[in-house]
């Protein structure tokens, strides 16, 4: 299965990190990642109950060494995008979908849960590669978080091992660095540059790009560039 990792970005309420690591160990779970993190205590290891383990071996960090180190970054949302127009929180998937996603990716995929009065923030959500939202009534969308992290964990419980390795976030960055001054070469609009390059991060983080395909993308750039340098 792919190395899959819960990330709780700033959480409020440290009942709520440990029914989180109790439910990541109800379905097979046991990478928790915590950034910025309420300080935990006596309540959070009760609530935790026989996943105390999880909870103490969590992992501190920042959320850009996930970025970096991560195959796939998958963003938790309630707030959607429903127009084309707003490309930030589009197009999403359920757990379901995500389950097929990566069903068969061999690498670090991780998944954010952001803060349970305000969830993750606009540019938090567009450096994740795909876009996942829980389906539930529009009277009343929001879950809490250790209630979300339930649900996803078990749409992803029993997933089979990957088979093949896909290209990580260090790999794939320069990409992204390389389409954005190719935008340059060919004089993109300043205006539509920062929804471009969310569209284009959109597109290529639901394909699962490996580190060759990766490389083909490079080399048909500068193929493009050397024409365009020629033509000029």
Known sequence: MPNIEIVLVGPLYEGNVGSTARVMKNFGLSHLVLINSCPLGDYAFA??????????????????????RSTLTIA????????VCRSLRMPYYTPTEVRELIKDVEGRVS???GRENWGLNNEEVAQC??????P????YPILNLSHAVCVICYELSGLPRGTYTLATHQEIDPLYSHLDSFLDKIDHPDFKRENTMILLRRI??????TIREVSTLHGLLRRAEWHIDKKK
């Open 47 to 68: 609530c935790a109950s026989h996943a105390r383990d999880v909870l103490e071996q969590a992992d501190l960090c920042t959320l850009e060494e996930v970025y970096n």
């Open 76 to 83: 938790t949302t309630g707030e959607l995008n429903k127009s």
């Open 111 to 113: 998944i954010l849960f």
């Open 129 to 134: 590669d795909v876009v996942c939202t829980i």
């Open 136 to 139: 539930s009534s529009p009277d």
């Open 204 to 209: 290529l983080g639901r394909t699962k790009l």
